[in-house]
């Protein structure tokens, strides 16, 4: 808390010296508890100058997924308001279930910098190298049934799509349900749990995987990172936060049953209706040309004997 309070003060002088003794009586602290708890601050990564007569000067923000920097200024009412962080974890669903198991409230976000067994849909595994990408977790009690849940992903999916174009300037589209792809390569994941018994939803788990400043090197073939794409580093804290209140307020749009607006925005950011596609479900595989999203989030694929079939999950590849 004293180390926010620090923060603040220095953030809110608009990059100019703070005196020791402004900090001292801001914290309520001596002169050298100050300098103790600055020393402590550049040890995580800030990059405070101190200088004998002018005071303190904060240079640089460490880019670290630290829960005072992402809720530093973010917009939401709920989404993020408790940040829980890790260096390294195994995988941040995996906590998060089990947080959420325990009763942790809706809206805390689990984040990490890297994940040792980070698992994507299927039973895939998602490559999360340290520092490179930004992986969370977002723990949801929707008052709504199991069923719907699906709902969530393209709400998601859009959240996902519309803070790389924010942030970056790229063009990066959906491929449904929930991959989100920069020049046909992928770039984000989205992997969605939850635990119900019977029509009682408990709570969801939206997780989701971006790719942001990790080296190509680092991923899959089919894979990309935004650094990769635009030829620089952007930071993972602002995209985190724009994250956030992107599906924050997409989250409400589904709650408030507004879903027809996710549904539409999910159109305008894919570029895959109209394409021919291979459709990957777990007991057959097959082929047509995706034509909707149905009101439900289901996919509307004509295959080649006109028939019309509602897809609810599997893998899609576009053969174009
Ligand atoms: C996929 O496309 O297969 C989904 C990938 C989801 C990856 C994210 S990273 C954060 C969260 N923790 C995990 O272990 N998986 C999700």
Redesign the pocket.
């Known amino acids: 808390m004293i180390d926010e309070e620090i923060l603040l003060v220095l953030k809110s002088s608009n990059d100019g010296y703070v005196s020791g003794e402004e900090l001292s009586k801001t914290a309520g602290l001596s002169r050298a508890a100050i300098w103790k708890r600055v020393e402590s601050l550049r040890n995580e990564g800030y990059d405070i100058e101190a200088s004998p007569h002018l005071g303190y000067r904060l240079l640089g923000v460490p880019d670290s997924l630290i829960p005072s920097e992402i809720k530093w200024s973010l917009k939401t009412r709920t989404l993020g308001r408790e940040v829980i962080s890790y260096k390294k974890i195994d995988?941040?669903?995996?906590a998060a279930y089990d947080m959420a198991k325990k009763g942790i409230k809706e809206g805390v976000v689990v984040v990490?910098d890297e994940?040792t067994?980070?698992?994507?849909?299927?039973g895939?595994t998602?490559a999360?190298p340290a520092r490179g990408?930004v992986?969370?977790?977002c723990i949801l009690r929707p008052a709504m049934s199991p069923g719907e849940v699906p709902k969530l992903t393209l709400a998601a999916s859009i959240s996902v799509a519309k803070t790389i174009r924010e942030v970056s300037g790229l063009t990066a589209v959906i491929k449904w349900p929930?991959?989100v792809l920069i020049n046909s390569k992928?770039v984000?994941?989205?992997?969605l749990e939850m635990k119900a018994e019977q029509d009682r939803l408990d709570f969801v788990i939206i997780?989701?995987?971006i790719n942001v400043n990790t080296p190509l090197k680092l991923l899959p073939k089919i894979g990309t990172s935004i650094a990769g794409e635009l030829g620089e580093e952007i930071s993972r804290i602002k995209l985190t936060q724009v994250l956030l209140e992107n599906l924050e307020a997409n989250y409400r749009l589904v709650t408030n049953g507004d879903f027809s607006k996710v549904i539409d925005e999910w159109k305008d950011l894919t570029d895959m209706l109209g394409s021919r596609i291979r459709i990957t479900l777990p007991n057959r595989e097959f082929e047509g040309q995706a034509i909707d999203v149905d009101s439900d989030g289901t996919l509307l694929v004509r295959l080649d004997n006109g028939f019309i079939e509602k897809i609810f999950s599997g893998d899609v590849r576009l053969l174009r």
């Open positions: 995988s941040t669903n995996t990490a994940q067994k980070g698992r994507g849909r299927l895939r998602w999360s990408g992986y969370l977790s929930n991959d992928k984000s994941g989205i992997l997780g989701i995987g």
